[in-house]
C-alpha cells in the first residue's frame, strides 16, 4: 500500500541552527501539507502546497520556515534558525484532488532543539 | 470559536465493551469532511474514518462507525468491541471547502482512550 514517509525519524540540533525535513508523498497525490504536534498537544496546520506554491498558511509558518518540493518527488520543510519552541513532531501529509477525502500522514520527524 | 471540540480529555472503557468519543464541529460551510484518526504511544497518525457532509449514511469501517448527526453538528467516534490496542489518542478533525481544493485539516484536542482488561 503506497504510503508518505518521512525523514529522518529523529533529530537532535542546537538552537539556531538550520534543519530540513523530507518527505516523499504518495506519488499521484496533487496536495501537499506539513502539521505539527508540539509533545502532547493538538494536531496544528503550519502549510499546504499545491501545484508548486503554498496555497495556505498558519500563523506559527513565519519568515524561518519555508517549503520546496525541489524534484517532483521530494516535499521538504525547512526551518532556518531554529528556536527551543520548534522542538515537536512535524507531520508531512498528502491527500488527492477530488478524493473521498482522507488525508495521508507520514509517520513524522520529531525535531528537538537543545 | 474553536472549530472542532473533543470534551473529553480522557476516557476508560473496559475490555470488550464499546465506546463513544465525542466530537462537535463548527462551520459555516455547506462542503466539509469529518476524520477521525488514533495516534497510539508510538506517534504516527493513523485514519480511522472518513465522513462527508453530503453522506446520508453514517461511516463504518471494521469495529469503528461514526456517528454523524448534521443538525447537531456532532461527528461521535463509536468503536465496538474495545481491544487492548485501542488505547491511544484519538483525533477529530475536519476538513472545510471543496473537494476539488486544497485540503485544510483542522484538528480537536484530542482524547485519550484508555481500555482496561
Known amino acids: 500500500e503506497p504510503e508518505v514517509t518521512q525523514t529522518p525519524s529523529h533529530q537532535v540540533t542546537q538552537m539556531g541552527q538550520e534543519v530540513i525535513l523530507r518527505c516523499v508523498p504518495i506519488s499521484n497525490h496533487l496536495y501537499f501539507y506539513w502539521y505539527r504536534q508540539i509533545l502532547g498537544q493538538k494536531v496544528e496546520f503550519l502549510v499546504s502546497f499545491y501545484n508548486n506554491e503554498i496555497s495556505e498558511k498558519s500563523e506559527i509558518f513565519d519568515d524561518q520556515f519555508s517549503v520546496e518540493r525541489p524534484d517532483g518527488s521530494n516535499f521538504t520543510l525547512k526551518i532556518r534558525s531554529t528556536k527551543l519552541e520548534d522542538s515537536a513532531m512535524y507531520f508531512c501529509a498528502s491527500s488527492t484532488q477530488g478524493s473521498a477525502g482522507e488525508l495521508f500522514f507520514g509517520e513524522g520527524s520529531r525535531l528537538t532543539v537543545l | 470559536a474553536q472549530k472542532i471540540t473533543q470534551t473529553q480529555p480522557g476516557m476508560f472503557v473496559q475490555e470488550k465493551e464499546a465506546v463513544t468519543l465525542d466530537c462537535t464541529y463548527d462551520?459555516?460551510?455547506?462542503?466539509?469532511?469529518l476524520f477521525w484518526y488514533k495516534q497510539p504511544s508510538s506517534g504516527e497518525m493513523i485514519f480511522l474514518i472518513y465522513q462527508g457532509s453530503y453522506d446520508q449514511q453514517n461511516a463504518t469501517e471494521g469495529r469503528y462507525s461514526l456517528n454523524f448527526q448534521k443538525a447537531r453538528k456532532s461527528a461521535n467516534l463509536v468503536i465496538s468491541a474495545s481491544q487492548l490496542g485501542d488505547s491511544a489518542m484519538y483525533f477529530c478533525a475536519m476538513r472545510e471547502g471543496n473537494a476539488g481544493g486544497y485540503q485544510k485539516v483542522t484538528f480537536g484536542t484530542g482524547t485519550k482512550l484508555q481500555v482496561i482488561p
Open positions: 462551520t459555516s460551510d455547506p462542503s466539509y469532511g
